[in-house]
């Protein structure tokens, strides 16, 4: 039975705040969704490559998680217990430690600091803080890091940071790697540290992404992550991985810091750490770092027992290496066939960016990535831009997605160009 979309789409235009963004990139109403597809009202179906920005790394209503939510429903298991004690807490906690942490020669303690990145951030910053005694924070050029005032402070997005509404202080503004064509930036950063004129305070952290998803896929080197690494340790400062975006697999390891070989003092995980899309989050922290006095920082939602459920059952995907092999080959596939689209279509001016399944293409012609995600849209994928300029076309598919959904997504990416061309 056919819906009408418009008068749905009506009322939430009608009623919710403007503040939306998402329902005006994606005009439709969702009703079913499974793997790496999606249903609207009228039956359309939409291979997705967004992800919920990254939060269903496992896809839509994954089965073995699906039933084991439904178990523990029917049980009148506890669903909401704050920081009280629960078995599903504890069996999280327990498989992540012998799945992830200690396979990789990792000592965290884990930390439940509310439901999303932001909290994540915020208490990693927080700590930081307290531990060192200082007050300034080091991020990065087109950094993002969430939507909170401390998190904002650390973000390089103008126009996010504009809506703070006041001054974003404690913080300093570095450039990434690549930021400056042909210039390094680790000596930069040296340079301000080490120069008593600088006018940048000794920090308590720095914190990076070493892929920034929405600043416009911007990845770091192996060699700079390790050279920023060797500056906090002889600086006495604490290094913060935001993975919130690129963490829990997305760019073929679990962490994405992996490949490069650090060992950050705190790592921020949320999004596909709920492993069905449920809101989580945790800040892992050196267990010399976790000097936090009971209830210093706390949360109502920071003990979310479906996602418990959720993200331990996502574990199992992990204990393995058949899973991060399987990503890294579908990665390798995306990295050719853009490249390929890249060379055919030399009127966008595209570059390659991106690591892992977070890869896409820099539009060097302005404009141009908004109308091809668009039109994408219309054909039946679900597609995003990044970017301060919204100037990158951002693939963003679930880990899962199988070889037919790669090349279906991207035959319609590249039909939607094809298009936009020919318009041009």
């Known amino acids: 039975m056919s819906v009408n979309i418009s008068s749905t789409l009506e009322t939430i235009n009608d009623l919710e705040s403007q503040v939306r963004s998402y329902s005006r990139s994606f005009p439709a109403v969702f009703e079913k969704a499974k793997g790496y597809h999606l249903w609207d009202t009228n039956g359309k179906e939409y291979i997705d490559f967004f992800a919920g920005a990254g939060a269903l790394n496992y896809g839509h209503n994954n089965e073995k998680m699906q039933h ?32 992830i942490l200690r396979p990789r020669g990792l000592d965290y303690k884990v930390m439940f600091p509310g439901p999303t990145g932001t909290n994540s951030v915020e208490a990693a910053i927080k700590i930081a803080r307290k531990v060192t005694g200082r007050e300034n924070i080091i991020s990065f050029s087109n950094a993002f890091h969430g939507m909170t005032i401390g998190s904002l402070a650390l973000s390089g997005n103008a126009m996010k940071r504009k809506g703070a509404g006041i001054p974003l202080n404690n913080a300093t503004v570095m450039p990434f790697d690549h930021y400056v064509e042909g210039e390094n930036t680790i000596d930069y950063v040296k340079r301000f540290l080490s120069d008593d004129g600088s006018g940048v ?14 600043g416009g896929l911007n990845t770091a080197s192996y060699t700079w992550l390790q050279e920023i690494e060797q500056i906090c340790k002889e600086k006495e400062i604490l290094l913060i991985v935001d993975d919130v975006q690129a963490g829990c697999g997305r760019t073929g390891t679990f962490f994405s810091f992996e490949p490069a070989g650090i060992n950050p003092d705190i790592v921020c995980l949320s999004k596909s750490i709920g492993g069905i899309g449920l809101p989580m989050a945790v800040t892992l922290i050196k267990p010399e770092w976790d000097r936090w006095n009971p209830g210093e920082h706390n949360g109502t939602f920071r003990g979310n027992n479906l996602a418990f459920i959720a993200a331990t059952e996502a574990l199992n995907y992990w204990k393995d290496h058949r899973f991060s092999l399987d990503i890294q080959e579908k990665a390798e596939t995306i990295q050719q066939e853009l490249s390929r689209i890249i060379s055919a279509y030399p009127f966008m001016n595209g570059t390659l960016r991106g690591r892992g399944l977070m890869q896409g293409i820099a539009c060097g012609t302005p404009g141009i990535a908004e109308e091809i995600t668009q039109k994408a849209f219309e054909k039946g994928l679900i597609i995003e831009t990044s970017g301060a300029d919204d100037d990158v076309i951002k693939l963003l598919p679930p880990l899962i997605i199988d070889a037919e959904g790669i090349e279906k997504g991207i035959s319609i990416l590249e039909e939607s160009i094809k298009e936009i061309k020919q318009h041009d």
Do not use: Y
Request: hydrophobic residues 50%.
């Open 68 to 99: 084991a939510l439904i178990e523990h429903i029917k049980n009148d298991g506890i669903i909401h217990s704050l920081d009280m004690g629960t078995e599903t807490r504890a069996a999280f906690l327990k498989a992540f430690n012998e799945i």
């Open 201 to 214: 305070d000794l920090p308590a952290a720095i914190i990076l992404e070493t892929v920034q998803g929405e």
